[in-house]
């Protein structure tokens, strides 16, 4: 790799309303979901299982990322930041970053003061895989976060994070890099304790808002401005039979500016997301139906609104081998004149072995559909509403649209503070009839008769947790293309990413 220089409350009434006179039904339904196991919970995302890793029965249970869910093992800094647990006052001997975490106002009334300070290096040979000229970049991106969380009692908190965002000896700017000083996230939560019928959280606000395991509706968390949204969502729990959660969103517009960013009222964002753990087999399950609809979007057959919903399922089981994660996604809905009848598939699974250094061997495999004919009125390209991109790699390369992969994989941990995943990423076009879509954007190379294959990601993935504040990562990626795809314009690339995070 060539020597560079670093340099780098919109919402909807009816919906809500809807949603609690729906929920007196609910705990007679749950009766027959089994007790909560003591596997790794709802697949919700937690900064405490490394890359390639499922957490073991031993391990502390997962936070889950819904308005009052469980939040994470006491005292230990969550990728979602509101599922944090503070709620042990401090010591007149503790430092002073344990003592902001648990500052009390009253009985019973407490503030959370907190932050992150990130410095990601990143540097893209061919980005866009050639798709467009002048296509390398190494920019250092810097995240900056504070945030305040006020606990008055266990059924009322306010939650404010301010966040800014640079990026320093860019080629070209990639916009959700770039937010000065602004509102990050902003929520107020209202709880309705329902005794044995579990309990109903209200959120009105901005927020974070990662779905399920996180892969079509995620956070972003490989540039500095995560996925965001404004509006209100809805939340009941049966504590360890079942949760539902009602959401009625719009995305987080996000300007470069300072106290600039709104909602994106050209997108809609409103769903239903349904989880029980262990009900089939000791197996988790989802069930979902959500619509993204959007006033434009860009595909091979063309550009116009986009009106898309999606409905799905998932099945999941942790253990301290196996572990297995399926889901499977079916779309309708209209692109500019066309019926959609798009589809994806996801699985997910490995083998930890009881031998030093823990080797995991993984499998992980996806189909996402593509359009056979764009002429023929009718639009098959799978489109995530918000994709957790480097479920391929972290280099995001490619989109979730037309794409196979793939991908067999070794883990190890050579100490128990850092893991070590490698290998290779085979990839094709779902349909020949489809181009190949590349990065966040999803622009796409024009469709081409020869082979499916695109090429293969070469993945090298490592992560170290050196306290339980600090960590580093270190990502590279080959994209080795394949000769079709290089006589269509495809180029090779390389990604290589190194980051040091630290959260207080």
């Given at each position: 790799m060539r020597p560079r220089a670093l340099s780098l409350l919109a919402c909807s009434t009816t919906l809500t309303a809807g949603?609690?006179?729906?929920?007196?039904?609910?705990?007679?339904?749950?009766?027959?979901?089994?007790?909560?196991?003591?596997?790794?919970?709802?697949?919700?995302?937690?900064?405490q299982a490394p890359p390639g890793v499922r957490p073991a029965k031993s391990q502390a249970r997962p936070a889950e990322a819904v308005p009052g869910g469980r939040p994470g093992p006491y005292g230990l800094p969550q990728n979602i930041r509101w599922t944090e647990d503070w709620s042990k006052p401090s010591t007149p001997d503790d430092p002073l970053l344990v003592k902001i975490k648990h500052i009390s106002?009253?009985?019973?009334?407490?503030?959370?003061?907190?932050?992150?300070?990130?410095?990601y290096y990143t540097d893209w040979h061919h980005s866009s895989l050639g798709l467009k000229a002048n296509d390398n970049n190494d920019p250092l991106q810097s995240r900056l976060r504070v945030l305040a969380d006020l606990h008055v009692g266990p059924n009322l908190r306010a939650y404010l994070e301010l966040g800014d965002n640079r990026e320093f000896g860019e080629q070209f700017a990639t916009p959700?890099?770039?937010?000065?000083?602004?509102?990050y996230q902003a929520f107020v939560d209202v709880t309705v304790p329902l005794g044995k019928a579990g309990k109903i959280t209200f959120r009105p606000g901005r927020f974070e808002m990662p779905l399920g395991n996180g892969k079509l509706a995620g956070?972003?968390?490989?540039?500095?401005?995560?996925?965001?949204?404004?509006?209100?969502?809805?939340?009941?729990?049966?504590?360890?039979?079942?949760?539902?959660?009602?959401f009625a969103v719009k995305p987080v517009q996000i300007d470069p500016g300072t106290f600039d960013d709104g909602p994106n009222h050209a997108q809609d964002f409103h769903g239903i997301y349904i989880s029980a753990p262990s009900r089939i087999a000791g197996f988790g399950t989802d069930l979902y139906w959500y619509e993204m609809n959007r006033d434009r979007a860009t595909l091979a057959a063309g550009v116009g609104k986009d009106d898309r919903n999606n409905w799905g399922a998932r099945l999941w089981k942790r253990g301290p081998h196996w572990d297995v994660d399926l889901e499977t996604t079916y779309q309708s809905g209209t692109f500019i004149d066309k019926d959609i009848e798009a589809y994806g598939a996801m699985f997910e699974g490995g083998y930890t072995?009881?031998?030093?250094?823990?080797?995991?061997?993984?499998?992980?495999?996806?189909?996402f559909s593509g359009d056979k004919d764009l002429a023929d009125g009718k639009m098959g390209t799978f489109v995530p509403a918000a994709a957790r991109l480097p479920l391929i790699s972290e280099a995001a390369f490619f989109s979730f649209s037309n794409l196979m992969d793939l991908y067999p994989s070794v883990t190890i941990k050579p100490?128990?503070?850092?893991?070590?995943?490698?290998?290779?990423?085979?990839?094709?076009?779902?349909?020949?009839?489809?181009?190949?879509?590349?990065g966040p954007s999803g622009t796409s190379f024009a469709p081409y008769g020869s082979s499916r294959s695109i090429g293969t990601d070469f993945n090298l993935e490592a992560s170290w947790q050196a306290t339980?504040?600090?960590?580093?990562?270190?990502?590279?990626?080959y994209f080795a293309a394949s000769d079709s795809f290089q006589a269509n314009g495809g180029k090779n690339g390389n990604y290589l990413g190194l980051m040091a995070n630290y959260r207080f």
């Open positions: 949603f609690a006179a729906s929920i007196a039904a609910l705990p007679a339904l749950a009766q027959s979901v089994p007790p909560e196991s003591k596997e790794a919970g709802e697949g919700t995302l937690s900064t106002i009253a009985d019973d009334v407490y503030l959370t003061l907190g932050g992150e300070a990130r410095l959700p890099n770039r937010d000065k000083l602004d509102i956070i972003r968390e490989g540039l500095n401005m995560r996925f965001t949204y404004q509006g209100v969502r809805a939340t009941y729990i049966l504590p360890g039979k079942l949760s539902v959660d009602l072995f009881d031998a030093p250094m823990k080797p995991r061997l993984g499998l992980r495999a996806n189909y100490t128990p503070a850092i893991t070590v995943m490698a290998g290779p990423d085979f990839l094709w076009r779902a349909r020949k009839g489809d181009g190949v879509y590349i339980d504040r600090l960590a580093f990562r270190l990502w590279e990626t």
